[in-house]
């Protein structure tokens, strides 16, 4: 489905600039020669393609040693998209009503984009015409409630809010309770990034799970992790962690506007399995794209 806003590909433009350029350029005429397969191995390591996602494709590609560069480009092409097939795929919003409700709960550290993504994503439901509200269950920061409402109102989308410092859980139990009163069909729930160190994060997520769970059966039907695209590696570890405690359903990538690099999206969807869905390609809320595995790998890896 195609959503206005920029395509992924011009939100890649850095990327394509950068490491993928080099990557690129590897591949004239005739075959690599050796000193061409350890620079791509450098580049991909270097575009955060990780060790044994990089080790596995060259591994791949090194069996048509022989072949001239374009082929091999090609051949580079086809592994990455393979590697990516099962993303965009996942439980977005279903096209025929499951339930009377579908609930989004966001998480990810903290200013990894959770809050502008919720903005964005709430926009993109409510240009398909459904009723949306948001739930301010980052009762941590003060700033972090203002800042939600402030897009409800730019959105003119309402926001259940308690007071800083307010149980979350009860935060989306109202917010549940308000969704369903007022036939609202996509509730999206924001969260903390980071807590007072004598809280512990998942332990908070994982409650907020429960209080949905217990109140609407099989919700919510979204885990969103929101990974900021630019931190590389780390945001490797950070879904794991999250996936591990909250059983993830897919990924939202922020800034992918903002990275040179872009190769995390390989290792995420090959250590992860987890889907990317979504990526965010700038501040504002039109800056949203559905992920497809094909525009993405051509948009790196085309002349
Ligand atoms: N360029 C760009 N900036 C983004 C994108 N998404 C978010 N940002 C910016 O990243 C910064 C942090 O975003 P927030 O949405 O506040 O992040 P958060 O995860 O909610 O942060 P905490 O509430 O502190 O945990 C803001 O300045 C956003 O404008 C994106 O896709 N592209
Ligand atoms: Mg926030």
Redesign the pocket.
């Known amino acids: 489905m195609a959503i206005n806003g920029p395509r992924i590909s011009q939100s890649l433009s850095k990327t394509r600039a950068g490491v993928f350029r080099r990557i690129r350029g590897l591949f004239g005429q005739g075959a690599l020669d050796e000193a061409a397969w350890e620079e791509l191995e450098i580049l991909l390591l270097q575009a955060d393609v990780g060790i044994s996602t990089t080790t596995a494709l060259l591994n791949e590609l090194r069996r048509a040693s022989s072949q001239k560069g374009a082929v091999l480009r090609d051949l580079l092409r086809q592994n990455l998209e393979a590697m990516l097939s099962h993303n965009g795929r996942g439980p977005r919003y279903p096209a025929q009503g499951s339930g009377p409700l579908w609930v989004v709960l966001v998480v990810?550290?903290?200013?990894?984009?959770?809050?502008?993504?919720i903005a964005k994503l709430a926009h993109y439901h409510q240009q398909r015409s459904r009723r949306v509200l948001l739930a301010a269950g980052?009762t941590f920061?003060a700033a972090?409630i203002e800042?939600l409402k402030v897009w409800g109102v730019r959105l003119d989308i309402p926001v259940v809010a308690h007071q800083p410092g307010a149980d979350p859980g009860a935060v989306v139990y109202d917010a549940i309770q308000a969704a369903l009163g007022r036939g609202v069909e996509v509730l999206i729930v924001?969260t903390?990034?980071?807590l007072h160190t004598k809280y512990n994060l998942m332990e908070e997520l994982k409650k907020i799970q429960r209080v949905i769970a217990r109140q609407v059966e099989g919700v919510p039907q979204e885990v969103l992790l929101?990974l900021d695209a630019a931190t590389g590696q780390n945001a490797l570890a950070q879904a794991l962690h999250f996936h591990q405690a909250l059983g993830l359903t897919g990924i939202f990538l922020?800034?992918?506007?903002?990275t040179a690099k872009g190769g995390i999206v390989f290792a995420i969807a090959r250590e992860l399995g987890t889907p990317i869905q979504y990526v965010?390609?700038?501040?504002q809320v039109e800056?949203i794209a559905e992920f497809d595995a094909h525009e993405f790998v051509e948009g790196l890896l085309s002349p």
């Open positions: 990810g550290v903290n200013g990894s984009g959770k809050t502008t993504s980052d920061r972090a800042q924001d903390a990034g980071r929101v922020a800034k992918l506007d903002g965010g390609t700038g501040e800056d």
